[in-house]
């Protein structure tokens, strides 16, 4: 019954910082280390607990954007039709979408042992929390010099490969996959409500992959001490979280700033840095 209460509160925070740019796979690596969850934590469970909230959190995506999928998978099956001179908004999204997912896909598959193995520490962890935190700095002084900004209809090529490179840095425990994401969608100079919305999108394709090849050696290498029931709980959690969070963040970017997750990364990062030195 524990495990279920712990695995719940888990997804509830995998649902919230997977939208909102404070990095999801950072929390699941700090909360098990300073409440002492042993069986979530990363050398216990594996990534496999962290796929699982995932999917919640690829559902609450596919939930919330259901029109806009319907469209784009209608789009990219109609474009093996049609010349790419001739696609329209929804075929070329969809394209975008496969185009920005290829980066992370490739440098996963190629380094994902190594990144699980080196970064995934808390000190790491807090100095990745610091690097996208000044991200975001950056991102917001180019907001706050720049015009107009172009809108979701207005998306193009560049801005497809520019989210697409940002979001392999977030592969890295710690540093946030929406606000690294949102961060160069602004620097290739889309609104923030915009280059949040894509990155929304994004996650999509790239949770489940990830999702999909971690549960498959979940299935090998079992769930530990965590259970099944906790599993299903998480997910659930993560998914009702995650939908509420895509809300919110959506609304409060088109007049709100990053600058509140600016600093409660920056918080958040020197407290496990510090903790990591008092362990250590």
Not at 90 to 97: G, T
Request: proline share 2%.
């Amino acid at each position: 019954m524990l495990s279920i209460f712990r695995a719940c509160v888990l997804g509830i925070i995998q649902g919230v910082t997977e939208f909102f740019p404070v990095s999801s796979s950072g929390h699941l690596t700090i909360v098990p280390e300073i409440f002492g969850w042993k069986e979530f934590t990363t050398a216990n469970c594996g990534l496999g607990f962290s796929a699982v909230l995932h999917l919640g959190t690829l559902c609450a995506v596919a939930v919330f954007f259901r029109e806009e999928w319907e469209r784009i998978i209608k789009g990219f099956f109609s474009s093996l039709k049609a010349r790419p001179a001739d696609w329209n908004d929804n075929q070329r999204l969809a394209w975008f979408l496969v185009l920005a997912t290829i980066p992370a896909a490739l440098f996963g598959f190629l380094f994902d042992d190594y990144v699980e193995e080196r970064l995934g520490g808390l000190l790491s962890v807090g100095i990745l929390l610091a690097c996208g935190a000044f991200l975001m700095i950056f991102a917001e002084v180019v907001l706050s010099r720049a015009g107009t900004r172009r809108t979701l209809e207005e998306f193009s090529v560049k801005d497809a490969l520019a989210m697409g490179v940002f979001q392999v840095f977030s592969l890295a425990p710690g540093l946030s996959r929406s606000g690294a994401t949102i961060s160069g969608g602004i620097f290739s100079g889309l609104s923030r409500e915009s280059a949040a919305a894509f990155s929304f999108l994004m996650l999509a394709p790239i949770s489940l992959g990830a999702g999909l090849y971690e549960i498959i050696k979940m299935t090998s290498e079992g769930v530990g001490e965590i259970g099944t029931a906790a599993l299903i709980c998480g997910f659930f959690a993560s998914a009702v979280s995650g939908f509420l969070a895509i809300r919110f963040l959506l609304r409060f970017l088109r007049g709100g700033s990053l600058v509140p997750f600016i600093s409660y990364s920056f918080a958040v990062a020197c407290a496990t840095i510090a903790l990591a030195a008092i362990r250590h």
